[in-house]
C-alpha cells in the first residue's frame, strides 16, 4: 500500500469518490460532506467523554494499597504494567494507521483517539505516582520486558504493528486493523473488571474512577475499528481471511485468559480461573458477532459472569458491548455537552 500523499492538488473530496482508504483525498478536512456519517457520531461521543486524570483524588487510595492482599498488590501492580505498555504503544502507531485512511472524517477521529491514549499513558503516571512508593515505580514500567507472559503477549500485538510498518502490505494492513480491534475490544476488560471487582469491595476507589474514564474511551475505540473494518471489508473484502481472524481471535484469547491467570488467578474474591474463561469467550463472541463474519467462536460462553460489575464500570445498558452505543444515556461524567453537528464549530 501507498500512504496517502499530504499535499496532493489532484486529490478529488467529492462524496461520490470518497473512500475509507485507496481515495484520493487532499487532507483538506471537509467535514461539512461526510460520507461516513457513524464517524459523524462517534466523533461527538468520543468528544462528550473529555476527562483530566488530576480532576480525580487519589489521596484516599494511598492506605488502602498498603492494605491489600499480596495478591492483589500484585494484580494492581501487573495490569498497570500492562495497560501502560498498550497504551503506550497505541499512542505511538496509530498515525502509522492514520496514513492510510483516506476519508478526513475518519482521518479526525483516529486523531482524537491518539490523543485520548495520550492521556491514558499520562493518567498512569499520575496513579503511580501518587500511589505506589518510589522505589517500586519503575518496576511496573519495566515488567514487560522480565515477566515472560507478560512479554509474549505484548510482543505478539507489537509485532503486528511492527510488521505493517516494515512491510506495508494490504493483508498486513488488514491484521493491524483486527489487532487494534482486539486490543480495544477484549485485551483490556479483565483488567478493568479487577478494579470494579476491588470497588465492589470499597477498596481503591480513585484508581477505580480513572479507570472507568479509560474503560468509557476504548469503548469508542473498539466502535471505531468496528466500523473501519466493517467499511474496508465491504470494499476489499479479500484483505481479511475470516479464518485468519478467527486465530488471532482465538490466540488473543488463548493469551488474555492465561495472562489473567498468571496476574490474577484464583485468589481474589470474585475472580477465579472459571469466571475467566466464561468471561473472555463471551467477550469474543460479541465481539466476532460485531464485525459481521457470523457464526459463534465459543459454543455455550452465552453469559456474562461480572454483569453486577457493570453498574461500577459505567457500562450499564452496554454491557451487551455497546449494541445501544449510539442510543446510550449521557453519563453524568460527561463535563462538555454534546454538539449537534459540525455547524456547530
Ligand atoms: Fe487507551
Ligand atoms: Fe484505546
Redesign the pocket.
Same mark, same amino acid.
Given at each position: 500500500m501507498e500512504p496517502k500523499r499530504l499535499f496532493n492538488p489532484e486529490g478529488d473530496d467529492s462524496l461520490e469518490s470518497r473512500r475509507i482508504i485507496g481515495g484520493n483525498s487532499t487532507n483538506i478536512f471537509n467535514l461539512n460532506n461526510v460520507r461516513y456519517q457513524w464517524a459523524n457520531k462517534l466523533y461527538r461521543n468520543m468528544m462528550a467523554n473529555f476527562w483530566i486524570p488530576e480532576k480525580t483524588d487519589l489521596s484516599s487510595d494511598i492506605e488502602p494499597y498498603k492494605h491489600l492482599t499480596v495478591e492483589e498488590r500484585q494484580a494492581y501492580d501487573g495490569i498497570l504494567s500492562f495497560l501502560i505498555f498498550? &497504551?503506550s504503544i +497505541?499512542t505511538n502507531n496509530l498515525s502509522n494507521i492514520n496514513d492510510y485512511i483516506t476519508a478526513p472524517e475518519v482521518n479526525l477521529l483516529l486523531a482524537i483517539q491518539q490523543y +485520548?491514549?495520550a492521556i %491514558?499513558s499520562q493518567s498512569y503516571q499520575y496513579v503511580v505516582e501518587s500511589i505506589i512508593p518510589t522505589d517500586r515505580r519503575n518496576s511496573i514500567y519495566d515488567k514487560w520486558r522480565t515477566d515472560k507472559v507478560l512479554f509474549e503477549r505484548n510482543k505478539y500485538i507489537a509485532q503486528i504493528y511492527q510488521d505493517f510498518i516494515d512491510d506495508p502490505a494490504e493483508k498486513k494492513f488488514a491484521k493491524v486493523l483486527i489487532a487494534n480491534y482486539l486490543l480495544e475490544g477484549l485485551y483490556f476488560y479483565n483488567g478493568f473488571n479487577f478494579f470494579y471487582n476491588l470497588a465492589s469491595r470499597n477498596l481503591m476507589l480513585g484508581t477505580s474512577e480513572i479507570i472507568r474514564y479509560?474503560n468509557r &474511551?476504548?469503548l469508542t %475505540?473498539c466502535v471505531m475499528f468496528e466500523f473501519i473494518v466493517r467499511e474496508i471489508r465491504e470494499l476489499e473484502a479479500d484483505y481479511f481471511s475470516v479464518a485468519e481472524v478467527e486465530e488471532m481471535f482465538r490466540f488473543a484469547v488463548d493469551q488474555e485468559i492465561s495472562w489473567t491467570n498468571h496476574i490474577i488467578g484464583d485468589g481474589i474474591l470474585g475472580v477465579s480461573e472459571a469466571t475467566t474463561e466464561m468471561y473472555t469467550k463471551w467477550l469474543a463472541n460479541e465481539r466476532w458477532n460485531k464485525l459481521g463474519f457470523g457464526g459463534k467462536l465459543y459454543e455455550g460462553f452465552d453469559k456474562n459472569p461480572y454483569k453486577h460489575l457493570e453498574k461500577l464500570a459505567d457500562t450499564e445498558g452496554e454491557g451487551d458491548v455497546k449494541s445501544n452505543f449510539f442510543e446510550s444515556t449521557v453519563s453524568a461524567y460527561n463535563q462538555s455537552s454534546v454538539l449537534d453537528g459540525w455547524d456547530d464549530f
Open positions: 498498550l &497504551d +497505541q +485520548q491514549e %491514558h479509560i &474511551d476504548e %475505540h
